[in-house]
């Protein structure tokens, strides 16, 4: 009797210190992957001159060329802004940017 219940505390052990590692894993994967993205972030606003290099498109935003949850990559080094080209800005007191087809 006394060595199944040695047994069986033996697998509890193994068991929670498995459970701990794997949090410890899914933990630093998750670590690891928001600081690739946020690195990815920064490269794309230093290369396009843009504070916002990455937007995905509101319903109705720009159909029918564009649809629900495209993704835009914005450059901000173009000065000059030909028709068809596509604006995007920020008005004040708004956490979302417009997009527009001039």
């Not at 701990?20 to 933990?27: C, E, I, M």
């Not at 173009?78 to 007191?93: C, H, L, Q, S, T």
């Amino acid at each position: 009797k006394n060595g199944h219940v040695l047994m069986w505390m033996r697998w509890k052990n193994r068991t929670l210190r498995s459970m701990k590692r794997s949090l410890v894993k899914q933990t630093l994967s998750l670590i690891l992957m928001c600081s690739q993205w946020m690195m990815i972030k920064k490269s794309l606003a230093f290369l396009t001159s843009c504070e916002m290099p990455l937007l995905v498109l509101q319903p109705g935003a720009m159909q029918p060329g564009y649809s629900r949850g495209d993704l835009l990559v914005l450059d901000g080094r173009r000065k000059k802004v030909n028709v068809g080209d596509m604006v995007a800005f920020k008005i004040e007191n708004r956490s979302i940017p417009i997009v527009h087809r001039v």
